[in-house]
């Protein structure tokens, strides 16, 4: 069921990219905090807000549209003011953290705090990458493709904060293309042609980029970000630490071929496999939902990139044959693996 714009909240640092932008075009700035319903910035006479719901950021991106150029992306025109620190104490910890890997693993584990919009999640891709999808939660009627465009383009902005020339490669948009016209900017901005009409939406990455330090990279600067997070993280925000980093290194072995077992998942997380249990059920899963959400995921992934054979499939992702593989990968998608492949262009059968 999605959750009503009333219900969802985002930092007020978010008004500030609209700002920006309207400024940029010689707009009156006042007006979109008026709009919103929100004092003056540096009122001191009214307390200044630290989030806002989504009905003002609703209000604020229809402000940025306005004053958008025509005949070029919206989406690019916004990420122009959009910065990482816009993200409040979640961008200054992707900032902090050590390498891209370990701010995309940040981005995954907090991004309720800042976009609840979208739920986000990690699995591994083809030719030694990693595939992060974005889910919808949150109707943004009309506003839902520019969303997508934004957040996804979110992930493009970490590049000036590595070594990195391309951080991405692959995007992925379920909503239709835009004007051909329109494609050379796309593909400047993200370094490479964007897929539209896909079956989903988000980015991937290789492992080689996913290694390559931040030059901003502070890790006392990370710990202490990440626990004022966790301290401040408002009633009814789920976040899944644990969770993130045990699908991560299910995704990693199952990219190598092989199942992760218990044991070593708990000692790489420096925990004994009972507190390995107990911290999962905590956040409302298990070791074995994951690895099997994980399974089928890794299944779909190659079933759609993929010539490989069904049977082969299935022994890869742990199955002992094709026959239990269709079954387990019915029960979870509803659709058999032939299925899916004619969906998607009929690869190998």
């Known amino acids: 069921m999605l959750r009503t714009l009333q219900s969802v909240h985002f930092p007020v640092q978010y008004l500030e990219i609209t700002e920006s932008l309207v400024k940029a075009r010689g707009g009156r700035v006042a007006e979109v905090r008026e709009r919103c319903g929100l004092p003056p910035q540096g009122s001191r006479d009214v307390p200044q807000p630290t989030m806002i719901d989504g009905h ?115 995007v992925c948009f379920k909503h239709a293309a835009p004007p051909s016209e329109q494609w050379p900017e796309y593909e400047a901005f993200f370094g490479m042609p964007v897929r539209f009409d896909a079956p989903y939406q988000g980015f991937t990455v290789s492992h080689d980029s996913l290694q390559s330090p931040l030059i901003t990279g502070n890790r006392a600067t990370r710990d202490s970000l990440e626990a004022m997070l966790h301290k401040q993280a408002p009633q009814g ?82 199955y002992a044959d094709a026959s239990s593989f269709s079954r387990a990968f019915k029960r979870a998608t509803g659709r058999t693996p032939a299925e899916v492949r004619e969906r998607t262009g009929g690869l190998a059968r």
């Open 56 to 170: 003002q950021l609703q209000t604020s991106m229809r402000i940025g549209l306005d004053h958008c150029l025509p005949g070029r992306p919206a989406s690019l025109q916004v990420l122009e003011h959009f910065p990482l620190t816009a993200h409040g104490m979640l961008g200054m910890l992707t900032i902090a953290s050590q390498t891209v890997g370990e701010a995309l693993d940040m981005a995954l584990q907090y991004h309720a705090l800042v976009m609840p919009v979208f739920s986000l999640s990690r699995q591994p891709g083809p030719q030694n990458s990693a595939v992060v999808k974005f889910e919808q939660v949150v109707d943004f009627t009309p506003f839902n493709e520019l969303l997508a465009e934004l957040v996804v383009g979110t992930f493009r902005t970490v590049a000036p904060y590595t070594s990195l020339a391309q951080p991405v490669m692959g």
């Open 237 to 318: 925000v789920r976040l899944t630490p644990l969770t993130q980093r045990v699908r991560q290194a299910v995704g990693t072995g199952l990219q190598r071929g092989a199942l992760v077992q218990a044991a070593h998942i708990a000692h790489e997380l420096a925990l004994s496999p009972r507190s390995l249990s107990r911290h999962l059920q905590d956040e409302g899963t298990t070791l074995t939902e994951i690895i099997e959400t994980l399974r089928i995921e890794h299944a779909e992934q190659l079933l759609t990139s993929s010539a490989r054979p069904v049977q082969e499939i299935a022994r890869l992702v742990g």
